[in-house]
Nanobody
Framework: QVQLVESGGGLVQAGGSLKLSCEAS????????MGWFRQAPGKEREFVAA????????YGADSVKGRFTISRDNPRNTVYLQMNSLKPEDTAVYSC???????????????WGQGTQVTVSS
């Protein structure tokens, strides 16, 4: 049974930083692209960033470029999202996902975590 468990969310002031973690119970973790998505209240789920199985290629949404960094530690079966210069509009539930392709489309990801809340106060 595959499980993805996010952690690291919380309340932070605008301009602050948070680092999210997602630990995966996937035996073949190092074969999956990992992605982060977010969903704010009343809005559709939005792509944030993704990273290939090797960590050699990353892809981020324009709204977070220069502020968020995705990385992974394959021996630890963990993917991270370092978020700097946070803005109130970054407030959302952040979820990690695992899939075979480096895409921004949620439908291409096979496994999802439950999400962690990030709240940025102004």
């Amino acid at each position: 049974q595959v499980q993805l468990v996010e952690s690291g969310g919380g309340l932070v002031q605008a301009g602050g930083s948070l680092k999210l973690s997602c630990e995966a119970s996937i035996r073949t973790f190092n074969r999956y692209t990992m992605g982060w998505f977010r969903q704010a209240p009343g809005k559709e789920r939005e792509f944030v960033a993704a990273i290939t199985w090797s960590g050699g290629t990353t892809y981020g949404a324009d709204s977070v470029k220069g502020r968020f960094t995705i990385s992974r530690d394959n021996p630890r079966n963990t993917v991270y999202l370092q978020m700097n210069s946070l803005k109130p509009e970054d407030t959302a539930v952040y979820s990690c996902a695992a899939g075979p392709y480096l895409t921004a489309y949620a439908s291409t990801y096979d496994y999802w975590g439950q999400g962690t809340q990030v709240t940025v106060s102004s």
